[in-house]
């Protein structure tokens, strides 16, 4: 009788992931693998970018050198895991993870925004997954508040209640309901901005690559990208949600600031390189901006000496429209484990990025 087939060696994943998440995120991604029917043998590399260097990826404005000389070094265990990595979950990666991890397919990105994993990745024929559609809903959610907050009035009314005074005269609130609101990237961000924007009667107009494979649920119409300027007078706030490329670099700077209606909102969740915050800040001063609402920025964190921080009606926050809370990391996970399935059966991945494109 021929002897019983070996079982295949498991699949060896590699998390980099910051150190204090990674361990939890680990345990996950080996029990779904299980209930999934796949082997796979999880190892940790607890690995960081530093701020300065995650960016510099994301621009290519700096030298490989130079990044190699600033990034934070590897430990030998942390190289040992990486060298027999077949495919691997990051949310940051060493610009030569390549070489490190020569048996390496593909890699699973944390976040929709995958611009400093490109430049790592790109021409090396290891395949890129983004988890575009992950945070539609919470970003969604954060848009929606923001815009709740500005159109209500919330900051006076809070700051009456802080001050003990009653002075109902002093807050104006104004009504929600049949105002227009544009979103730049009808992705799943963006289409998620529609659907919750629907439900307070707001009219949503997209702006998407192709216009001309129609408009995704909750848009009343959609433009391209060549159409922008001609639609942001119609809109009484301009959420961006696009993703960071060549193409949409600057995307909204003094011309298309001063193409909004006066008293506008401009929201931006996306990613800093997208609007020139100094046009942003000159506008807010001269009122033709009405608000402005950043939860990302061209550098991370912001310093204190930025003047978006004493520009009135800013609405700023560091980069927490979706988080590493516990139901998102799950759902990454659960993306992980069937992009995996995908690369054995020799089929797509889910949301594979177009490295030349940049999404």
Same mark, same amino acid.
């Given at each position: 009788?021929?002897?019983?087939?070996?079982?295949?060696?498991?699949?060896?994943?590699?998390?980099?992931?910051?150190?204090?998440?990674?361990?939890?995120?680990?345990?996950?991604?080996?029990?779904?693998?299980?209930?999934?029917?796949?082997?796979?043998?999880?190892?940790? *590399?607890?690995?960081?970018?530093?701020?300065?260097?995650?960016?510099?990826?994301?621009?290519?404005?700096?030298?490989?050198?130079?990044?190699?000389?600033?990034?934070?070094?590897?430990?030998?265990?942390?190289?040992?895991?990486?060298?027999?990595?077949?495919?691997?979950?990051?949310?940051?990666?060493?610009?030569?993870?390549?070489?490190?991890?020569?048996?390496?397919?593909?890699?699973?990105?944390?976040?929709?925004?995958?611009?400093?994993?490109?430049?790592?990745?790109?021409?090396?024929?290891?395949?890129?997954?983004?988890?575009?559609?992950?945070?539609?809903?919470?970003?969604?959610?954060?848009?929606?508040?923001?815009?709740?907050?500005?159109?209500?009035?919330?900051?006076?009314?809070?700051?009456?209640?802080?001050?003990?005074?009653?002075?109902?005269?002093?807050?104006?609130?104004?009504?929600?309901?049949?105002?227009?609101?544009?979103? *730049?990237?009808?992705?799943?961000?963006?289409?998620?901005?529609?659907?919750?924007?629907?439900?307070?009667?707001?009219?949503?107009?997209?702006?998407?690559?192709?216009?001309?494979?129609?408009?995704?649920?909750?848009?009343?119409?959609?433009?391209?990208?060549?159409?922008?300027?001609?639609?942001?007078?119609?809109?009484?706030?301009?959420?961006?949600?696009?993703?960071?490329?060549?193409?949409?670099?600057?995307?909204?700077?003094?011309?298309?600031?001063?193409?909004?209606?006066?008293?506008?909102?401009?929201?931006?969740?996306?990613?800093?390189?997208?609007?020139?915050?100094?046009?942003?800040?000159?506008?807010?001063?001269?009122?033709?901006?009405?608000?402005? *609402?950043?939860?990302?920025?061209?550098?991370?964190?912001?310093?204190?000496?930025?003047?978006?921080?004493?520009?009135?009606?800013?609405?700023?926050?560091?980069?927490?429209?979706?988080?590493?809370?516990?139901?998102?990391?799950?759902?990454?996970?659960?993306?992980?484990?069937?992009?995996?399935?995908?690369?054995?059966?020799?089929?797509?991945?889910?949301?594979?990025?177009?490295?030349?494109?940049?999404?």
């Amino acid at each position: 009788m021929d002897a019983a087939s070996p079982e295949p060696a498991p699949v060896v994943a590699a998390v980099v992931f910051p150190e204090r998440l990674a361990p939890g995120l680990a345990e996950d991604l080996g029990r779904r693998a299980h209930d999934a029917g796949l082997s796979l043998d999880v190892r940790l *590399v607890g690995w960081a970018d530093d701020p300065a260097v995650r960016r510099a990826k994301g621009r290519g404005d700096r030298s490989q050198a130079w990044i190699r000389a600033h990034e934070p070094p590897l430990r030998d265990d942390q190289r040992a895991a990486l060298a027999d990595a077949g495919v691997a979950l990051a949310s940051e990666i060493p610009i030569d993870l390549v070489a490190l991890a020569p048996r390496l397919r593909f890699v699973q990105a944390t976040s929709a925004g995958v611009e400093p994993l490109i430049g790592a990745l790109k021409g090396s024929g290891v395949r890129l997954a983004s988890a575009a559609g992950l945070s539609g809903a919470k970003v969604a959610e954060f848009v929606m508040a923001r815009l709740l907050q500005v159109w209500a009035d919330l900051r006076t009314i809070e700051a009456l209640q802080r001050g003990r005074r009653w002075a109902p005269d002093e807050v104006t609130t104004e009504a929600i309901g049949g105002r227009s609101v544009l979103v *730049v990237g009808t992705g799943g961000i963006g289409e998620a901005v529609a659907r919750r924007a629907q439900a307070f009667d707001l009219r949503c107009i997209g702006v998407r690559r192709r216009p001309e494979l129609g408009a995704p649920a909750g848009f009343a119409r959609v433009v391209g990208p060549g159409d922008l300027g001609a639609v942001l007078p119609e809109a009484d706030a301009v959420v961006i949600a696009a993703p960071a490329t060549a193409r949409t670099a600057v995307l909204v700077g003094p011309v298309q600031l001063a193409a909004m209606r006066r008293g506008a909102v401009l929201v931006n969740v996306a990613r800093g390189s997208l609007v020139d915050e100094d046009a942003v800040v000159a506008a807010l001063h001269s009122g033709h901006l009405g608000a402005a *609402v950043l939860d990302v920025m061209r550098n991370e964190p912001l310093s204190r000496r930025s003047a978006l921080w004493r520009a009135p009606n800013a609405y700023l926050s560091p980069h927490i429209a979706n988080d590493w809370r516990p139901e998102y990391l799950d759902a990454v996970a659960e993306r992980f484990v069937e992009n995996v399935a995908r690369d054995a059966r020799g089929e797509p991945l889910r949301n594979e990025v177009d490295l030349d494109e940049g999404y």
